[in-house]
Nanobody, 128 residues
């Protein structure tokens, strides 16, 4: 079992930055691939970033590439999402998720079915 708790959300103006954290408790955090997803009201869940168990591989969809950076600290059992140049369309609830699937990091890492554990999410609101 892995429990995930996100923090760091809030209200920010367009062009600003936020850093989200996802703290994990439970067994073997360092063995999990970690993903970040977001869901805006009335929209489907969207994949925004993934990082391999070692931190050596990452992937971002075009919607956030160059603006968002995912990282992890396995000693602290925490994964981060640094979000820069935020836009109003980034407004959503952001959730982290843990996957035990051993697969190459790619756009396919956005498949929610690969993820075993999910956090409750943290709200990010970007004002124009």
């Amino acid at each position: 079992q892995v429990q995930l708790v996100e923090s760091g959300g809030g209200l920010v103006q367009a062009g600003g930055s936020l850093r989200l954290s996802c703290a994990a408790s439970g067994r073997s955090f360092s063995s999990y691939t970690m993903g970040w997803f977001r869901q805006a009201p009335g929209k489907e869940r969207e994949f925004v970033a993934v990082i391999s168990w070692s931190g050596g591989s990452t992937y971002y969809p075009d919607s956030v590439k160059g603006r968002f950076t995912v990282s992890r600290d396995n000693a602290k059992s925490t994964v981060y999402l640094q979000m820069n140049s935020l836009k109003p369309e980034d407004t959503a609830i952001y959730s982290c998720a843990a996957s035990s699937t051993r697969a190459i990091i790619s756009r396919l890492s956005g498949d929610v079915a690969r993820y075993d554990y999910w956090g409750q999410g943290t709200q990010v609101t970007v004002s124009s």
